[in-house]
């Protein structure tokens, strides 16, 4: 511990572990919303890495019984940590309403593409990468015991380089070691038998929702409801239970094999629900021409990529406002809740976001020939940070966020006189508090 390496460790635990507000951002436009709030794009102040901000409004959740329902998609999404799953780096909370951070994804989601991009459905060539990807995604959260339930075209979004994530695991749930669970959730027209029946199931909901996608993607209409058909859902459930799928010419015969072995009716049978998981899909003809490592490293390049100055979503007119939830009181109780839910930043995506906006190349120097920084010099006061022109002018006084001996410590963390702070130009000092 008296290595000056395990002291920049401190220093960067330190700047990791700072609290978080809703002054740590910029707020931006709505991009759309979710069961409980809006869903707006957000900038870190210090940084400029962009974020999608889902906002969860305190009554609202509350009103819904809903609490439950959101920590457990906070917790699941902080334990995942995939290319192919939208990322937390953020959870806290204001006044108003408990806030995830999450991976900002501007291509618009699957629904979108499907309908409204020309003719109905995609090239085989798209649909294998989109599958491909949706495989690893599935089997990342599977390799954690989690069964995702709602795999639908909404909840696949697609990023600025034409790659897709998983999004929105509110029915997202862990299942204990060897057990089973019983849950009737999901969308209409995407739900498998099993859960129609409300049987007992560990994974296979969600390769029988793969198979549903692969075909929708293919056909430009879901399996077992046509474009615009209004029918009951007790209609569709039928269907799912007791009819067969039709194929037209759109389906080449390796796209036929892989929907009708993920389309089972009987879970014993179907693709992925076998002693190899994912790894059973993976081998499948349909993917046979996908290099999966190349994938899971991100240098796969993508058929389609979306255009930078397009929007792929609707007009921020076009959604639905929310109501004002009347009759709700918070209590206690709920402020406990509030302080489960609001942790401030999770460790690996924002790693990725001090290295990915070169902060950690700035800030990670030391001394010439590997000798001490003056800021890990314990015997130097640090010098102040440097003022921008604009503050020069201005004279701004700075907001800084200290962080000293005197705050509590996590257990073993501690390292006596250890400071950061960052000031209101954004610029972050970290040193020794004297």
């Known amino acids: 511990q008296e290595s000056m390496y395990f002291d920049r460790f401190l220093q960067w635990k330190w700047l990791e572990r700072r609290a978080v507000t809703k002054d740590t951002f910029r707020q931006y436009r709505v991009l759309g919303k ?3 709030g809006e869903v707006c794009a957000c900038q870190v102040r210090a940084t400029g890495k962009m974020y999608a901000c ?3 409004e305190k009554k609202r959740i509350k009103k819904r019984k809903g609490e439950s329902m959101a920590l457990n998609e906070k917790q699941i999404l902080e334990r995942v940590n995939s290319r192919f799953v939208v990322s937390l780096a953020y959870a806290y909370e204001t006044k108003e309403a408990l806030c995830l951070v999450l991976t900002i994804m501007n291509g618009g989601d699957l629904k979108f593409h499907i309908y409204n991009m020309g003719s109905s459905g995609f090239t085989e060539e798209r649909v294998v990468l989109y599958a491909a990807e949706i495989c690893c995604g599935l089997q990342h959260l599977h390799q954690e015991d989690i069964v995702y339930r709602d ?4 909840n696949l979004l697609l990023d600025d380089n034409g790659h897709i994530r998983l999004s929105d695991l509110g029915l997202a749930v862990m299942i204990p070691k060897g057990e089973m669970i019983r849950g009737r959730v999901g969308t209409v027209g995407y739900m498998a ?6 049987e007992r199931y560990r994974l296979s909901p969600d390769w029988w929702g793969m198979g549903c996608l692969i075909y929708e993607m293919t056909a430009g209409h879901s399996p077992f409801r046509a474009r615009k058909e209004r029918v009951r859902r007790e209609e569709v459930e039928k269907r799912i239970q007791e009819e067969e799928e039709e194929y037209s010419e759109k ?3 390796d796209a036929k094999g892989i929907c009708q072995m993920l389309l089972s009716k009987d879970p014993r049978l179907r693709l992925g629900c076998g002693e190899r998981g994912a790894e059973e899909v993976k081998t499948h ?3 046979k021409h996908v290099n999966f490592k190349r994938l899971e490293a991100g240098i796969l390049e993508p058929s389609f990529v979306p255009d930078p100055r397009a929007v792929y979503c609707k007009d921020v007119l076009d959604i639905e406002q929310f109501s004002t939830v009347k009759g709700v009181n918070l209590d206690q109780t709920d402020s406990d809740f509030y302080t489960k839910f609001s942790t401030g930043s999770v460790a690996i995506p924002w790693q990725h976001e001090m290295i990915e906006t070169e902060c950690f190349q700035e800030l990670n120097v030391f001394g010439p020939n590997g000798t001490k920084s003056p800021d890990l010099d314990w015997n130097q006061f640090p ?7 604009l503050h020069r002018i201005f004279r701004r006084q700075p907001h800084d966020y200290t962080i000293g001996s005197n705050n509590t410590n996590p257990k073993g963390t501690s390292h006596p006189n250890t400071s950061f702070s960052v000031t209101s130009d954004y610029s972050v000092q970290i040193g020794r508090a004297h």
């Open 54 to 56: 889902k906002k969860l």
């Open 34 to 36: 979710g069961g409980f």
């Open 285 to 287: 003809m349909f993917l």
């Open 251 to 253: 389906f080449t015969e």
């Open 193 to 198: 038998p099993e859960v129609i029946r409300n």
């Open 383 to 389: 010098a102040p940070p440097k003022r921008s022109l």
């Open 151 to 154: 795999l639908k075209p909404e």
